[in-house]
C-alpha cells in the first residue's frame, strides 16, 4: 500500500525549470521530496492546497549572492525567501568567513563589511564555519564558495606583491580542505584589494587545486567597464588552464562608454564554449550596480588593510596622489571615467546616515567641497565600510544578458528584512526584487524572455553550474524545494528610494518539503541546510 502524501499542490500550471512550457497537473510531497506528480485528486494527503491560476516551479538558486554574512544576523531570509528562493550561492566575489588564520584574523575582519552577532571568527577551517553556520538553522539551502581574497588574507594577510612558493602553496591546502569539507568551487573578487594584488598565474594555481575537487571557478572580473573584454578573456583563460568551469558573476558593461560591450562579452563566452570550455554567467535585472565605498580608490591605498588605508587617507600627499589618479584617463584605473558624482549614490551608512540615498555631487555641494574629496570623507568616516550605488548600466546590455542560453540569474545581494538590523540604510533594491522583477518585468512586461526560460534560468541552469543533484527541477524524487507564484501579479515592489519591500505575488515557499512561505506570510519555520556537493 502507498504511504499518504504529506502534501497535494493541486492544480497548477507546472513550470518544471527545464525549460519547456508548462502544464496543469498536481504535485505530491512526502517527507522532504517530490513524490508524485499527475491527477492526485484521489489520493490520500495530509493538506491540500489549491493553485489553479498559479505557477508551480522549482525554488529558485540565486547563483550570486553575499548572504553568508547577513543570514547570521536574521535566519528567516526575509528578502530572499520572499522571492521564492530556496538556496542561495554564498561566498561571492572572492570573500568568504573561511578559512581563517589566526595570525590575519584581524586583517580579515577589518575587511568584512558587516559582523553581526555570531560571526566571530571562533572558525578557522571552511568545514568548521559550515558546522557552526548550519548549527543554528536556516531558512533556506546554502551553497558555500571559498573566496580568493579571504584564503589571500589567511595566507599573507594584505601585502601587495604576489605570494611566496610557501605562501602559494598554504592557498592551495587551505583551497583543497575547504573543497573536501563542503566547498563548491573559488571565487575571485580581482577588482577588490587583497585579490585584486594577484596575478593570473596566482590564481589558476589555485583553480587547479579547486579543480582535482569538481568545483567551479566564479568571478567578479578584473574590470567591468574600459577592460571588460581583457578581464572575461582573464576568466576563461583560468578555466582552459586550470580545466575548469567558469562563472562570469554579474556580467555587465559599466560606463555610458562602455554600453554595448556585453554583446562581444557574450561572444566570448560563445566563443569559449565553441572551444569545448565550459563557461556560463549570471545577471541581475537592473541598471545600476551596487558596491562599497572605498572601491572608488586605486588599489595601492588598501595595501597592509583597513587600518594602513584609513591612515594613509589622513595624509595630505596620499591624497592627492589618489585624486590625482582617479581623475587621470588610466583605463580600468577608476570608475571615474565611466560614471559621473550625480551617478553615485550612497547607499548605506553606519554613522554618516544622512548621506544615505543622497548623490554624491549633492552631499559634496552642501558640504562645499569636491566631490572626490566628500567620498573620501565618507571612506574615512564610516571605517571603510559604507556602500554606494552607480547608475552606470545600459538598459539594452542588461536585456541582451537575461536573454543569452547560458546566462542565469544571481542578485549579487543578501538577505535582508524591513525590520531589524537588517533594515538599515538603502542598499541596493537587488536583495528584494530580482526574482520577481525578471518575471514580472523581463518576462510579462518587456516579453525579453519566455516565462519557462525565465524559470529555467533560475533553477535547473544554475543546478547545472552547480552540479547540484535533485534541485532545480520538479520531478519524482527531487527535494521538494517550490515556489507557488501568480504570473499575472508577481512583480518588485523595491526601488532605490525604498528598498526595503518585499515584492507581490511569491504566495508559497517550500523548502525541503515544508513550508516557509504561506499564503505570503513567513512561517518562521527554518528547513534549510548547508548543501555538501555530491
Ligand atoms: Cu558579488
Ligand atoms: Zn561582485
Known amino acids: 500500500m502507498k504511504a499518504a502524501l504529506d502534501l497535494v499542490i493541486e492544480g497548477a500550471t507546472v513550470i518544471d525549470g527545464t525549460g519547456t512550457a508548462g502544464g496543469r497537473t498536481d504535485v505530491g510531497v512526502r517527507d522532504e521530496t517530490i513524490a508524485a506528480i499527475g491527477d ?74 558587516y559582523l553581526p552577532g555570531g560571526m566571530d571568527f571562533r572558525w578557522r577551517s571552511v568545514g568548521e564555519y559550515l558546522r557552526a553556520f548550519d548549527a543554528e538553522g536556516t531558512a533556506l539551502n546554502v551553497v558555500q564558495l571559498v573566496g580568493h581574497g579571504t584564503l589571500r588574507i589567511a595566507a599573507m594577510g594584505f601585502a601587495r606583491r604576489g605570494p611566496t612558493p610557501a605562501e602559494l602553496s598554504r592557498m592551495q591546502r587551505l583551497l583543497a580542505e575547504a573543497m573536501e569539507e563542503g566547498a563548491w568551487g573559488l571565487s575571485t573578487g580581482l577588482i577588490y584589494a587583497p585579490g585584486s594584488y594577484a596575478a593570473t598565474e596566482e590564481i589558476v ?24 573584454l581583457d578581464a572575461v578573456r582573464e576568466a576563461i583563460r583560468v578555466g582552459r588552464e586550470a580545466g575548469m568551469a567558469v562563472q562570469i558573476s554579474h556580467v555587465k558593461a559599466a560606463g555610458r562608454p562602455n554600453w554595448g560591450k556585453v554583446a562581444e562579452a557574450l561572444a566570448l563566452v560563445d566563443e569559449a564554449v565553441g572551444e569545448g570550455l565550459d563557461v556560463m554567467g549570471d545577471v541581475y535585472p537592473y541598471t545600476a550596480s551596487s558596491t562599497t565605498l572605498r572601491t572608488l580608490l586605486p588599489d595601492w591605498a588598501l595595501e597592509g588593510g583597513i587600518e594602513a588605508m584609513l591612515a594613509r587617507l589622513g595624509d595630505a600627499e596620499a591624497r592627492a596622489r589618489v585624486r590625482r589618479e582617479l581623475e587621470a584617463p588610466v583605463i580600468g584605473q577608476s570608475l571615474l571615467d565611466r560614471v559621473g558624482w550625480e551617478n553615485v549614490m550612497i547607499a548605506s551608512c553606519a554613522r554618516r546616515k544622512d548621506a544615505e540615498g543622497r548623490r554624491l555631487s549633492e552631499i559634496a555641494a552642501a558640504r562645499g567641497i569636491h566631490p572626490l574629496d566628500a567620498a573620501i570623507e565618507l571612506i574615512v568616516e564610516e571605517a571603510g565600510k559604507g556602500y554606494m550605488i552607480l547608475f552606470q548600466l545600459d538598459e539594452a546590455d542588461v536585456r541582451r544578458a537575461l536573454a543569452h542560453p547560458r546566462i542565469m540569474i544571481g542578485s549579487d545581494g543578501s538577505a535582508l528584512a524591513p525590520y531589524g538590523e537588517l533594515s538599515a540604510g538603502k542598499p541596493h533594491p537587488r536583495s528584494y526584487g530580482t526574482f520577481p522583477r525578471v518575471l514580472g518585468e523581463y518576462v510579462r512586461e518587456q516579453r525579453v524572455l519566455g516565462l519557462a526560460q525565465a524559470v529555467h534560468k533560475m533553477t535547473a541552469l544554475p543546478a547545472r553550474r552547480l552540479g547540484l543533484p535533485d534541485r532545480g527541477v520538479v520531478r519524482v524524487r527531487a527535494k521538494a524545494d517550490l515556489v507557488v507564484f501568480d504570473p499575472k501579479r508577481v512583480a518588485d515592489l523595491a526601488t532605490y528610494e525604498d528598498p526595503h519591500r518585499y515584492p507581490a505575488g511569491i504566495e508559497h515557499v517550500l523548502v525541503n518539503g515544508r513550508f516557509v512561505i504561506k499564503d505570503g506570510e513567513h512561517t518562521g519555520s527554518l528547513p534549510g541546510r548547508v548543501l555538501t556537493p555530491p
Open 205 to 228: 594555481a589555485l583553480a587547479r587545486a579547486a579543480a582535482r575537487h569538481r568545483g567551479f571557478y566564479a568571478s567578479h572580473i578584473r574590470g567591468e567597464g574600459a577592460t571588460l
Open 40 to 113: 492526485l485528486s484521489r489520493e490520500a494527503a495530509g493538506a491540500r492546497l489549491h493553485a489553479s491560476g498559479k505557477v508551480l516551479a522549482p525554488g529558485f538558486i540565486d547563483m550570486h549572492s553575499h548572504s553568508d554574512w547577513r543570514l547570521w544576523a536574521n535566519r528567516r531570509a526575509e528578502s530572499k525567501i520572499r522571492q521564492g528562493v530556496t538556496t542561495e550561492v554564498v561566498g561571492n566575489c572572492g570573500f568568504s568567513p573561511a578559512p581563517v588564520s589566526t595570525e590575519y584574523v584581524n586583517d580579515l575582519r577589518g575587511f568584512a563589511l
